[in-house]
């Protein structure tokens, strides 16, 4: 997933996480004002005090001349309405399917009232806070701790932590009584680094530090002799070419790893070819930090390169304000998001060829930014769907995720659900996000301290995008089958006769897992085995079920890998890409895909959608046990500073993952099959 979103600001326990989180994103929670008792003046903001700021790590009060600022997220309307809503019109078995609102009629009904703007304002203000920025979704403020400090009923101490001193409030934060109904949560009142950063997996960045990106290319269909030492892969199909030479490894006679796919072998793969479907009509927008000023021309390089048509003129659009761009530094700046953006737009392109593609980047990669990117799309109704590569863990070493950031998000996912729009998000690349896995995965957190379903992807309001290996019967396309992507890497010794270690050790895998953070929602129940919906990911054992993930799974892996095309340093080049950031994009189009076969409805929030149709020819049951195809891979690189540089795969070895018949937490309800898209055609 090539995000990894890090908000240790907000800690709270565990236990309370859950109880905050299940209520406020599945609609089940009082109005804020009844979370103030009769007779208090103030309501607490649970969770706004982290754990991390504890005694021993006190180091004295902040200066309340110290500058200072927040975020404070306005409830609207009817919050309990808007679930309720976005429940109904998403749900294929409602009388109010498909029914959506308008813009304005959604700021009518749910948003927040010139009132509650005022009353909020007037309280920051009479506190000596100066409003920085207002939006029909928060108030900005800033100014000095002390201010802070009066406005929220509490104090301000630094705290040592990993990462250096940082302010936080020595209580939970208060808001008065009067504008309770008014604050749905706040951020930003500990100062803790809320950034994430792109983390999009490059084969070659991955095996080939500093060399280099371009096309694994073999020199020619024959398979050599010996382990050769240029690039070389496997290009009619799946394991079509044996790595002669190579020590002894799973299976006999161990495949050269699949020529990166291009995509037109993942149309025919998934059907859009013989559905002969391509987005037309359909809207999808793309969210990133920053913004890549040659992605029009490289993307439309890119597909004259491999055999596909280039945007039509006002067929991309891009929102990005670079005057307005920040913590370039800490973010990686515009370069550092480059792949990412790329690997998005032309997997979104090449799978949904005629959608219109809209890239909305982030003024950086910090939490606030990449949710202003995201309500621009609601707010303006850019697009249909929203493909988001990003994500974190929910429970760390550092504390718990900011439930301010939850809440704010679910937000914008239920008003965009009732306006006919729909997010995928990634569901990560380290398989369960245990230690376990962390310990040598490429793309993991190192920070996690549990087992966990990541965030965004665990919000019952988006779709959650699994990984799978996908194994292509031939050079064109044809599908093989998939396994779930979870790959153990084994090094060629220098002597070229072992691996080390073998078996491989765990080093990349689509996430995914079920969530102790949130109930079931509806459209899982009946699909969800209560096996797996009353275990989370960490083992706790749970009376009601949970939300599980992900929902439906594509192409990502490492191995199996997706070429894509950019710019760097004034030379465009191609190289392998994988993760679930390949595969939400990938999700995305094939939704653009379906809503041209529905006569151009609006597909919106698709997971009711979705679930209606599981086990049916909608999508290809992925199952580890059932798919027994050629599991050994190896990657070689050819010559690097002259020595061979070979790995050796193991493919569907997901960490703490596996796909079985059925709905699982590797690959969901499975992948998209051949009847996709006629199951969504009209009725006539």
């Given at each position: 997933m090539p995000i990894s979103r890090n908000r240790l600001a907000g800690s709270i326990a565990p236990a309370t996480v859950a109880?905050?989180?299940?209520?406020?994103?599945?609609?089940?929670?009082?109005?804020?004002?009844?979370?103030?008792?009769?007779g208090d003046t103030a309501r607490a903001l649970p969770g706004t005090h982290p754990a991390w700021a504890t005694p021993q790590a006190d180091a004295g009060a902040t200066d309340a001349s110290a500058p200072a600022s927040a975020r404070i997220y306005l409830a609207g309307r009817d919050a309990s309405g808007l679930a309720a809503l976005a429940r109904a019109v998403s749900d294929p078995n409602s009388a109010s399917y498909g029914q959506y609102l308008g813009a304005d009629q959604v700021r009518a009904r749910f948003g927040a009232t010139p009132q509650q703007v005022k009353a909020v304002t007037d309280w920051v203000t009479g506190a000596g806070l100066t409003v920085s920025a207002s939006t029909s979704h928060y108030v900005q403020v800033s100014g000095s701790t002390g201010a802070l400090a009066r406005a929220f009923g509490t104090g301000f101490h630094d705290y040592r932590t990993a990462d250096g001193t940082h302010r936080a409030p020595t209580a939970d934060a208060k808001v008065p009584a009067a504008v309770a109904d008014a604050v749905l949560a706040v951020s930003g009142l500990a100062d803790a680094i809320h950034k994430n950063s792109s983390d999009a997996t490059s084969v070659r960045a991955a095996e080939q530090r500093g060399a280099a990106a371009s096309r694994l290319a073999a020199p020619d269909k024959k398979a050599p002799a010996t382990l050769p030492e240029v690039p070389t892969c496997s290009e009619d199909g799946y394991g079509s070419k044996t790595a002669k030479g190579a020590p002894v490894g799973y299976e006999k006679n161990e495949p050269f790893a699949p020529c990166s796919y291009v995509p037109s072998q993942l149309r025919k793969a998934y059907g859009v070819t013989d559905a002969k479907v391509s987005g037309k009509g359909a809207r999808?927008?793309?969210?990133?930090?920053?913004?890549?000023?040659?992605?029009?021309?490289?993307?439309?390089?890119?597909?004259?390169?491999?055999?596909?048509?280039?945007?039509?003129?006002?067929?991309?659009?891009?929102?990005?304000?670079?005057?307005?761009?920040?913590?370039?530094?800490e973010c990686g700046g515009p370069e550092g998001w480059a792949g990412e953006e790329a690997l998005d737009v032309e997997m979104v392109h090449g799978l949904a060829p005629d959608a219109q593609v809209v890239y909305v980047g982030g003024n950086s990669c910090y939490d606030e930014d990449l949710y202003d990117a995201m309500a621009k799309v609601?707010?303006?109704?850019?697009?249909?769907?929203?493909?988001?590569?990003?994500?974190?863990?929910?429970?760390?070493?550092?504390?718990?995720?900011?439930?301010?950031?939850?809440?704010?998000?679910?937000?914008?996912?239920?008003?965009?659900?009732?306006?006919?729009?729909?997010?995928?998000?990634?569901?990560?690349?380290?398989?369960?996000?245990?230690p376990g896995a962390a310990a040598t995965g490429v793309n993991c957190q190192a920070d996690t301290n549990q087992a966990q379903a990541d965030w965004p992807s665990a919000s019952p309001w988006v779709t959650s995008v699994g990984g799978t290996a996908l194994q292509l019967g031939d050079k064109a396309g044809k599908y093989g089958g998939e396994v779930s992507m979870g790959d153990l890497r084994s090094v060629l010794s220098a002597d070229r006769k072992s691996w080390s270690p073998f078996p491989g050790a765990f080093y990349f895998g689509g996430g995914g897992g079920v969530s102790k953070d949130f109930a079931q929602p509806w459209y899982q129940q009946g699909v969800v085995p209560d096996r797996i919906s009353r275990t989370a990911a960490d083992g706790t054992q749970s009376a009601t079920p949970l939300r599980a993930t992900p929902d439906i799974a594509m192409s990502g892996d490492l191995v199996a890998a997706t070429l894509v095309g950019f710019t760097n340093g004034g030379t465009y080049s191609e190289g392998g890409y994988g993760g679930t950031s390949v595969s939400a994009p990938e999700t995305a189009a094939m939704f653009a895909d379906a809503i041209q076969a529905r006569g151009g409805r609006a597909?919106?929030?698709?997971?009711?959608?979705?679930?209606?149709?599981?086990?049916?020819?909608?999508?290809?049951?992925?199952?580890?046990?059932a798919n027994r195809s050629k599991r050994g891979n190896v990657v070689d690189l050819g010559l690097v500073n002259g020595s061979l540089r070979v790995r050796l795969y193991k493919i569907g070895a997901d960490f703490g993952l596996s796909a079985s018949r059925g709905y699982d937490t590797a690959t969901g309800l499975g992948s998209p099959g051949k009847g996709f898209f006629k199951s969504f055609e009209l009725k006539k």
């Open positions: 109880a905050a989180l299940i209520l406020t994103t599945l609609g089940a929670a009082a109005p804020a004002s009844a979370a103030t008792p009769a999808v927008a793309v969210i990133d930090a920053y913004g890549l000023s040659t992605m029009e021309q490289d993307a439309n390089h890119y597909a004259a390169l491999h055999g596909d048509q280039p945007f039509k003129p006002g067929q991309y659009t891009e929102y990005v304000t670079p005057d307005k761009w920040t913590h370039q530094a609601v707010d303006e109704h850019l697009a249909d769907v929203v493909s988001n590569s990003w994500g974190e863990i929910m429970h760390g070493t550092g504390g718990d995720i900011d439930p301010a950031v939850v809440a704010a998000d679910n937000q914008v996912f239920q008003l965009g659900a009732v306006t006919g729009i729909g997010f995928t998000f990634s569901s990560g690349d380290c398989g369960d996000s245990s597909l919106g929030f698709a997971n009711p959608a979705l679930y209606d149709r599981a086990g049916g020819k909608a999508f290809n049951d992925v199952d580890d046990d």
